[in-house]
C-alpha cells in the first residue's frame, strides 16, 4: 500500500528561526511529490511540485528537496515567520506524468512560529 | 475567479437526517475528491472522480455516496449522519494527470457537527 509519512508530527520555533520537515514515501511508481501549506480552518495551498528529476525548488523562503533514490524530501523554511505557522502537508502522485493516479496524503507537520 | 465552492460552509444535524454537502468548480477540471480531516489524522480521502460518472472509493468511504452527473458539480451524500462523521471536510479538483502546473485546488471547508 502506497504511504507518506511526515516528521516531526509538530515543531515549535521562534520567529527568525529556520527548520526543515520531513517526507517519506513508499509510492510507487512515483509521478510528483507537493508540498502544501493549510493554515487552520482553511484549504491546503500548494508550495511547491517536485518531478522525478528535480532535487531542489524554492519558493521564496520555503526550499523542497527531492531524493528519488531514498525516496524522500524536504521543506525547509528560512528566516521564519509568524504566518508561516500552518500544517504542511506531503502529497505524492503515483504513476507517470501521462496517466491519472491517487494522490496519496501525508499527515502533516504543525508548524508554530512564537514571536 | 477560479474557484471551488463548498456549501454549506457550518452544518450541525442531528444523527439519521440525510444532508448533502455541495461542491462546484469552474475551472473545467476532470478530477474532483472529497477528504475529511479530523485532529491528528490529517486528511483522509472519501472518494473521487476523474471524470463526469466515474467515481472510486478512496480511503473511508463508509457512510457517505458521491454522484459526478455533471463536470463541475461533485456533492456529497450522508444519507443517515452519525456522530463519527463530525469533521471538516474539503472538497477540491484538478486537471488530469496530477503534474506540473495541474495543482489540486481545494474549496474553503463544510465544518460539519452531526448531535
Known amino acids: 500500500k502506497n504511504q507518506v509519512e511526515q516528521s516531526p508530527q509538530s515543531l515549535i520555533i521562534l520567529e527568525g528561526k529556520n527548520c526543515t520537515l520531513q517526507c517519506n514515501y513508499t509510492v510507487s511508481p512515483f509521478s510528483n511529490l507537493r508540498w502544501y501549506k493549510q493554515d487552520t480552518g482553511r484549504g491546503p495551498v500548494s508550495l511547491t511540485i517536485m518531478t522525478f528529476s528535480e532535487n531542489t525548488k524554492s519558493n521564496g523562503r520555503y526550499t523542497a528537496t527531492l531524493d528519488a533514490d531514498t525516496k524522500q524530501s524536504s521543506l525547509h523554511i528560512t528566516a521564519s515567520q509568524l504566518s508561516d505557522s500552518a500544517s504542511y502537508i506531503c502529497?505524492?502522485?503515483?504513476?507517470?506524468?501521462?496517466?491519472?493516479?491517487?494522490?496519496?496524503f501525508g499527515s502533516g507537520t504543525q508548524l508554530t512560529v512564537l514571536p | 475567479e477560479a474557484q471551488v465552492t463548498q456549501n454549506p460552509r457550518y452544518l450541525i444535524t442531528v444523527t439519521g437526517k440525510k444532508l448533502t454537502v455541495t461542491c462546484s468548480q469552474n475551472?473545467?477540471?476532470?478530477?474532483m475528491s472529497w477528504y475529511r480531516q479530523d485532529p491528528g489524522l490529517g486528511l483522509r480521502q472519501i472518494y473521487y472522480s476523474m471524470n463526469v460518472e466515474v467515481t472510486d472509493k478512496g480511503d473511508v468511504p463508509e457512510g457517505y455516496k458521491v454522484s459526478r452527473k455533471e463536470k463541475r458539480n461533485f456533492p456529497l451524500i450522508l444519507e443517515s449522519p452519525s456522530p463519527n462523521q463530525t469533521s471538516l471536510y474539503f472538497c477540491?479538483?484538478?486537471?488530469?494527470?496530477?503534474?506540473?502546473?495541474?495543482?489540486?485546488?481545494f474549496g474553503a471547508g463544510s465544518r460539519l457537527t452531526v448531535l
Open positions: 477540491a479538483s484538478s486537471l488530469i494527470p496530477h503534474s506540473g502546473a495541474n495543482v489540486l485546488t
Open positions: 502529497v505524492v502522485s503515483e504513476g507517470s506524468s501521462g496517466s491519472a493516479r491517487q494522490l496519496t
Open positions: 475551472m473545467n477540471h476532470e478530477y
